[in-house]
Every structure is written in structure tokens, then in C-alpha cells.
């Protein structure tokens, strides 16, 4: 039988559930990387177009990562419930690495369309297939606290570019004097840590036996009025309302969040040219993925207590506040610009996190995983609309003569309101009709393999 298999991945009797987070952070840690994507933009853009200095054919790499983990997450969902999470990680380091490696060659050849291909294409699909499967994973580990185990799962990859940044800061630097030489071993370099980390990952990822349950946990029988007491099949939830309500909530958030996340650096630079030096952009950038990170536990976790509809009111609400606060008077003071990008990005994080438990609600965990796939659609698209809304206004204002904070405001305005559409939508969003629900409400069928599994299978927890 494979190693990979999906049923040499069902965990043995007294296997300890925490062993299952760190597993999901090696693997979010590792693609999280993409977050610290600005790191690289300034080289890359000395790279391929020394003499205009344009960014948005550099931001376009940045753009087809996100499309294609949007995409693969989509159509891969169903096959990683299938298959389960050991073959995704594995599948998803594969092509992850692979990125690296053909973006490198691409530097090296000087041709910015294998840049495109591997870092955009082929590694965006390694992001979308390996950001799914921690998360279904860790739902069916803790079905008493989804908010918190979705929210484990995810802080890895707002957190990558914590580790990242620095880390290719460092690796640009050491590699040579001038930072457009060091591209391709930097490249080269991450690539092999991050094949050891993911496969690391891989090996210790396990499945919970079916029927498993933590001990003494009962589901509650006072449910809230977004959750569900059935169970709703990936086909039926892209034809429920919620769906498409929850795709806009999931867009424009990412679209906010991204319009710092993908310029952060250069972005902080332009407001403060006089203070902010370069090492302290790239600690900006650092500042961010923490706040990244710290977002998507601390708030999907709130979200255990306050209920998922509450807190992405929160998110949106606020969040076109700050952005409004950020256009009129960012450029005044560099802590307040830092404290209210920090705010907007955590919101940006714990949207990410609260997302698939806010799914899980709604459309019950039998098939979470695929539905939450192809809510990812929605990353794509914002991972086009939020570096083109920015980078295309900067580009125009900086042509126009402008400079400093003057080439973000239309931008920022921009953001501010597209967050208040998804405030709208989020408000819009009420419990799936019971129609749409499997008629077994929340029975799964065990494979043969799995069956075998089950046998002296106490349903306990280390």
C-alpha cells in the first residue's frame, strides 16, 4: 500500500491531536512565503526594467500566484478529500519547489515569462492545493473549536513572510553586492528549505478515524442560528445564496488586504522617504506578517465566542474606517501609518481563518474542504483586483508628476469602499435552507480501508 495513501494517513488509537497543528505550519509556514513577495519586487524590477523602474508587469507575477492558488484550491478540493492531506502536501511541496526553480532559471535566462510560469503559475498551484488541506484537516481534529483549529491552521501562512522576509532580505545581501545578482541563488536557496519543512509536514499530517470524537465532547444542542444540524455537498452549496454572498465578503477583504501586503514595502518607503530606510522597510514587511499571522488566530478564535457573521462585521466595518483614516491622515506620523496598516492586515488574516469555520457553519464539515476550495476563487480574483487597483494608480499618479503618499490615496479610497459593499453582503447572509441538505444530515461513509482502521478504534483523545 503507498505511503501517501489516504488510508496510511488515519491516525492509530491514542494518537494525540496537537501533533497535527505544528504539521499544518510547516507546510502554511513554508508557502506563506508569498507574502514577503515585495521583498523580491525591487530586485526583479532592476532585473527585467532598469531603465522605466515599472512595477506592474513585476506585480503581475505576484497576481497569476494568487489566480492559480484560487484555482487549484477550487478543483483540487474535492480530490484532497479524496486523497487525503498526505498526497496534497506532498503534491503541493512538489510544485511549490518546482516554482522556485523554473523562476530561477527565468532570472538567470532573463526572461520574465518563466518568471510568470514558475513562480506564478506552477507555484501558485503548489500554494492553492497546499493551503486547503491543513485546514480541512485540522476541522475534522477540532469539531469543538473550529474558530480555533482553522485559525492554527492558517497563522502559518500569514506568518511565512515573518520568517521570510528577513530570511531573503538576508540571502539577497549575502549573495551579492547587488541584489539583482543574487536573485537566482536566493531563489534556489528557499527552495530547498522549504522542500525539507513541507515534507516534514507531510510525514507527520494524520486523519482522524471515522467516527472519531475528542473525549467528553458532545455537539452542542443549542446551535446558533448560523449553524447547521445537517450537512450540505459541495453541489448544492455553489447553488445556495450564501455562497456567493460569502464569495463577495471573501473578496473584498482579500482585495483590502492585499493592497498593502502586495507594495508593503515600497508602499511605506513613498510615505516616509526621509525616515524609512531600507532595512526598516523590510522590518515593515516583517511587522505585517505578524500582524498576518497574530489576525488569523486571535480573531478566527474571537470568532468561537462572538459567532463568524459578528466578526466579519468587525472586519469590514472597521476596516473601511481604517482605510478612510489611513487616506486622510496616513502621512502624518509613520506610527500611525504602521498601527493602522497592522490593524487592516490582522483583519485581513483573521478573515482568512474565520472563512472556512464561517463554511463549516453554514454548510455543515462533510464536504468543508471542497466548498471552502472553491470559495477560493475569490483569492484569485482578488489577487488580481487588489495589486492592479493599486499598482495601476500609482503607476498613473507617478507618471502624472506625483509622488509620496499622493500616489496611494485613490487607492486607499477605492479599498474603503469596497469593504463597505462586503459589509453589506456579510449582513445579507442567513442560514442554508434546509433543502439543500443531505438527507443522512452529517453521515460520512468510511472506505474499506478506513473501515479496517476503525477496528478497536476507541474514540478518545491523548
Request: charged content about 10%.
Amino acid at each position: 500500500m503507498n505511503l501517501l495513501d489516504r488510508s496510511r494517513t488515519i491516525a492509530p488509537p491514542g494518537f494525540n491531536r496537537w501533533l497535527v497543528p505544528p504539521a499544518a505550519l510547516a507546510v502554511h509556514l513554508s508557502i506563506g512565503q508569498v507574502y514577503s513577495f515585495s521583498v523580491l519586487k525591487d530586485p526583479l524590477i532592476q532585473k527585467f526594467f532598469p531603465e522605466t523602474g515599472v512595477g506592474t508587469p513585476i506585480a503581475v507575477i505576484f497576481s497569476i500566484a494568487i489566480v492559480m492558488l484560487g484555482l487549484s484550491a477550487a478543483f483540487g478540493g474535492v480530490w484532497m478529500e479524496r486523497n487525503g492531506p498526505r498526497k496534497a502536501m506532498v503534491l503541493s511541496a512538489f510544485f511549490w519547489v518546482t516554482g522556485f526553480l523554473v523562476a530561477a532559471l527565468g532570472v538567470h535566462l532573463g526572461q520574465l515569462w518563466l518568471v510568470y510560469l514558475g513562480y506564478g503559475v506552477i507555484g501558485g498551484m503548489g500554494l492553492g492545493i497546499g493551503y486547503i488541506s491543513p485546514v480541512s484537516t485540522l476541522i475534522k481534529w477540532f469539531p469543538d473549536r473550529p474558530g480555533l483549529a482553522t485559525g492554527l491552521a492558517i497563522m502559518g501562512f500569514g506568518g511565512g513572510a515573518l520568517v521570510a522576509a528577513p530570511l531573503t532580505q538576508k540571502l539577497l545581501d549575502s549573495y551579492g553586492a547587488d541584489p539583482v545578482d543574487a536573485l537566482v541563488p536566493t531563489l534556489l536557496t528557499l527552495a530547498a528549505i522549504y522542500g525539507v519543512l513541507m515534507a516534514a509536514g507531510a510525514t507527520v499530517i494524520r486523519l482522524p478515524a471515522p467516527g472519531w470524537a475528542p473525549a467528553g465532547w458532545v455537539p452542542s444542542i443549542k446551535k446558533g442560528s448560523m449553524q447547521t444540524h445537517a450537512d450540505v455537498r459541495v453541489r448544492n452549496a455553489v447553488r445556495t445564496p450564501q455562497f456567493y454572498l460569502l464569495w463577495i465578503v471573501l473578496f473584498v477583504n482579500v482585495t483590502a488586504g492585499i493592497g498593502i501586503l502586495e507594495d508593503a514595502k515600497p508602499m511605506i518607503q513613498d510615505f516616509f522617504p526621509n525616515t524609512v530606510t531600507e532595512a526598516t522597510a523590510t522590518g515593515f514587511v516583517g511587522l505585517l506578517s505578524l500582524a498576518n499571522m497574530g489576525g488569523r488566530f486571535g480573531w478566527s478564535t474571537l470568532s468561537d465566542r462572538i459567532g463568524r457573521k459578528q466578526a466579519y462585521a468587525m472586519y469590514l466595518g472597521v476596516g473601511a474606517m481604517l482605510y478612510t483614516l489611513l487616506a486622510v491622515a496616513g502621512d502624518t506620523a509613520t506610527a500611525l501609518f504602521v498601527t493602522v496598516t497592522f490593524f487592516i492586515v490582522s483583519f485581513y488574516g483573521g478573515g482568512f481563518a474565520t472563512i472556512p469555520a464561517y463554511l463549516k457553519d453554514l454548510f455543515g464539515k462533510l464536504e468543508v474542504g471542497a466548498i471552502h476550495g472553491r470559495l477560493l476563487t475569490a483569492w484569485s480574483a482578488a489577487g488580481v483586483a487588489g495589486p492592479l487597483i493599486v499598482n495601476t494608480m500609482v503607476d498613473g499618479r507617478r507618471e502624472a508628476g506625483l509622488d509620496g503618499s499622493a500616489l496611494y490615496i485613490p487607492s486607499m479610497v477605492v479599498m474603503a469602499c469596497l469593504l463597505l459593499v462586503g459589509f453589506v453582503a456579510n449582513m445579507l447572509v442567513k442560514p442554508v435552507h434546509e433543502d439543500h441538505h443531505e438527507p443522512d444530515a452529517g453521515a460520512t461513509i468510511a472506505t474499506p480501508a478506513e473501515a479496517l482502521v476503525l477496528v478497536g478504534t476507541a474514540t478518545k483523545e491523548s
